[in-house]
């Protein structure tokens, strides 16, 4: 039997309209546009501001463009992943939600954590469905509402992150898709980024929020180091596993924690930065959303064939690298 292999046939984004710009947030904290703009690369990030509404309603309008976009019909999807660190809720699964919101009936739903490598673990479960045969059309969607886990008076980690969603659509090809995963973590690195209330261990509580415990706490430097090692490492790793020569490369698709971190990984794997995807300095740090919505913005300098790397690493610590080839030239 011909080898099946899981490729995107489609991508869409949301973000939300409202703008948190460098200048707004020199208005919050004791910081500058400068400060952000030379260690981040960050300009802007958008917000998802009205009150009642979460992570399904940035997925939701984004799977509801895609079904669109690609004329499925939602009683065609087996099956649809959430990655997210800002669920709408403990559970339902956040995924569940958004089937419901854009009229999913027939899948299986669950979201899928994984910190900032989310969108990479994701893609790497559900192209396993597809090559077996067990699903035949899959929806990926990487959503978070970073605004809400994001503490406005702590300086060193405000200006870092954004709200968005993108989503994939993912189908069987006999030539393109996804051609080789390796996915990797060390536990060891958990205690330099997380969110430590609010899960099983320290539920809402009044102490805890006095304590501000239900935000994003991290150890930038110390995550910074390892995240251009292991996406550099692990990136070169796929290339010479597959022969693929720096110029061969059509596109690296990092996660966008940090412009800085983004350029030392393309200098150790030999590319230029015309071969990279970057929209960070638009939408900072979407979590689970970064890779997806980069797709989706480039997606018109995408053609049939392109060899392309998505990489990311995040809390976990964990992280990983995905090669595929681009399934489609956009019309
Ligand atoms: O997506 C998941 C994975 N996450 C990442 O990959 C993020 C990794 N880390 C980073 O991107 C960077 O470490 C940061 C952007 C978070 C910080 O940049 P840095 O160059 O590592 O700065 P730093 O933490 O070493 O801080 C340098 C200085 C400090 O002041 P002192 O101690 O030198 O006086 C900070 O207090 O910059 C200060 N600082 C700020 N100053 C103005 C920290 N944040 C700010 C700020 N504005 N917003």
Not at 17 to 46: A, C, F
Not at 99 to 106: A, E, M, T, Y
Not at 152 to 169: E, K
Request: hydrophobic share 40%; proline share 3%.
């Amino acid at each position: 039997m011909q080898k099946k292999y899981a490729a995107i046939t489609g991508v869409a984004g949301y973000v939300p309209d409202d703008i948190l710009s460098n200048t707004d947030l020199e208005r919050m904290v004791d910081t500058t546009d400068e400060w952000i703009t030379s260690r981040t690369g960050i300009k802007e990030r958008r917000i998802l501001r009205q009150p009642g509404l979460g992570s399904s309603d940035m997925g939701a309008p984004a799977v509801k463009s895609l079904l669109e976009k690609t004329g499925t019909d939602p009683d065609e999807i087996d099956m649809v992943i959430c990655s997210t660190v800002t669920p709408d809720m403990q559970f339902p699964a956040t995924a569940s939600i958004i089937c419901d919101k854009v009229g999913i009936r027939n899948s299986f739903n669950f979201d899928l954590a994984a910190a900032c490598s989310g969108f990479i673990y994701m893609l790497t479960t559900a192209s396993k469905f597809i090559e077996t045969g067990s699903a035949k059309k899959i929806i990926c969607v990487g959503a978070d509402k970073m605004s809400s886990i994001t503490n406005y008076q702590d300086r060193t980690t405000c200006a870092l992150f954004g709200d968005g969603a993108g989503a994939i659509l993912l189908e069987a090809s006999t030539e393109y898709g996804v051609q080789d995963h390796i996915l990797r973590g060390d536990p060891a690195g958990r205690k330099y980024l997380y969110q430590k209330a609010g899960g099983s261990v320290y539920p809402a509580s009044h102490e805890t929020v006095e304590a501000r415990e239900h935000f994003v706490y991290q150890e930038g430097q110390a995550v910074y180091k390892v995240a251009v090692s292991k996406m550099a490492d692990i990136s070169v790793e796929m290339m010479e596993k597959h022969n693929i020569a720096s110029d061969d490369l059509d596109w690296l698709v990092p996660h966008q924690a940090n412009l800085r971190i983004i350029e030392a990984v393309a200098r150790r794997m030999g590319i230029r930065k015309e071969q990279v995807l970057i929209n960070i300095q638009k939408y900072g740090n979407t979590t689970n959303a970064t890779i997806p919505l980069c797709l989706w913005e480039f997606e018109n300098q995408l053609h049939k064939g392109d060899k392309i790397i998505l990489t990311a690493f995040g809390g976990g610590f964990t992280w990983g690298a995905i090669y595929l080839t681009w399934a489609y030239d956009s019309k």
